[in-house]
């Protein structure tokens, strides 16, 4: 978590298959369940953060499969549809001044923003080098298909190691910042 008055950062958790899927042919995230582990606090990982940015096809994933997102802080669900859920914000462009708007919102709060997927999303995100961290949980699976990490164009960006985790379960935690 950052230092009170520290300014909140934009980070991409998310978890991709070995073959660098975030999800399944199906847009599905089932394929997560057996890896599930007690060593990964979800609670604590919840309570970094102050806001959370989404891309629609994972905002639906969810919502379908009873995640709750946001749990009462700002929701951005990346979107060129209309979406009729109540506090939650929807942006199609402008990414820049979402975040903007997102660092202003959680200043002083010690809170970061949680940008948790979407291929094309995290994508638009990343080539206008918005992203802050990068904490990607390989998880020890091939799908085979699916929806990539990386759905849109997306240009070189040099990322620098900051940490390394393995879990029992043979998940991998990676932590990258932009090499800037």
């Not at 660098?20 to 199906?26: K, L, P, Q, Y």
């Not at 462009?93 to 975040?99: C, I, W």
């Given at each position: 978590m950052p230092e009170m008055g520290s300014e909140p950062r934009l980070i991409v958790s998310l978890a991709m298959s070995v073959d660098?899927?975030?999800?399944?042919?199906?847009g599905g995230m089932k394929w997560l369940e057996?890896?599930?582990?007690p060593e990964i606090d979800w609670a604590a990982f919840m309570s970094r953060f102050g806001a959370v940015i989404v891309g629609r096809r994972t905002f639906d994933e969810a919502v379908a499969?009873?995640?709750?997102l946001g749990q009462g802080m700002p929701t951005v669900v990346v979107t060129h549809r209309p979406l009729e859920t109540p506090g939650v914000i929807t942006a199609s462009?402008?990414?820049?001044?979402?975040?903007e708007d997102l660092v202003r919102r959680l200043a002083g709060t010690g809170k970061d923003i949680w940008h948790m997927g979407?291929?094309?999303s995290v994508a638009s995100f990343a080539a206008?080098?918005?992203?802050?961290?990068?904490?990607?949980s390989v998880i020890p699976v091939l799908?085979?298909?699916g929806i990539p990490m990386f759905a849109g164009e997306i240009r070189t960006h040099r990322l620098r190691l900051l940490e390394s985790k393995r879990y029992s379960n043979g998940i991998v935690g990676l932590t990258y910042e932009p090499d800037r």
């Open positions: 660098g899927f975030i999800a399944n042919a199906e057996p890896y599930h582990t499969n009873g995640m709750p462009d402008r990414f820049d001044a979402v975040k979407g291929g094309n206008l080098g918005l992203v802050d961290l990068w904490e990607l799908l085979g298909s």
